[in-house]
């Protein structure tokens, strides 16, 4: 099996940045295609991006493009959410996820860690 564990989160003021990161434990790290989701009170878990197999390779939703940037270190076994230029909107949950699929459906990711919190004030 695939084991998640995310780190970083706290409170930070509008406009701060923040760096989350996930420690993954599997067999096949290099082969896991890694993604962040996030869940904000009273709504929804919600896709924020993801990372390809080989790192070259992500996808953003909207909200995320041009603040926030996902990367992979395949040696070390670690994935990193930088978020910047932060808003109160992005209040939430932050869940780091890993599906041994290429570029799997949004909400069907397979592995799932245990969430860190961010907590954006204004």
């Known amino acids: 099996q695939v084991q998640l564990v995310e780190s970083g989160g706290g409170l930070v003021q509008a406009g701060g940045s923040v760096r989350l990161s996930c420690a993954v434990n599997g067999r096949s790290f290099s082969s896991l295609t890694l993604g962040w989701f996030r869940q904000a009170p009273g709504k929804e878990r919600e896709f924020v991006g993801g990372?390809?197999?080989?790192?070259?390779?992500?996808w953003y939703r909207d909200f995320a493009k041009g603040r926030f940037i996902i990367s992979r270190d395949n040696a070390k076994n670690t994935i990193s959410l930088q978020m910047n230029s932060l808003k109160p909107e992005d209040t939430a949950v932050y869940y780091c996820?890993?599906?041994?699929?290429?570029?799997?459906?949004?909400?069907?990711?397979?592995?799932w860690g245990q969430g860190t919190q961010v907590t954006v004030s204004s």
């Open positions: 996820a890993a599906d041994r699929r290429y570029n799997p459906p949004d909400k069907q990711y397979v592995y």
């Open positions: 990372v390809s197999w080989s790192g070259n390779t992500t």
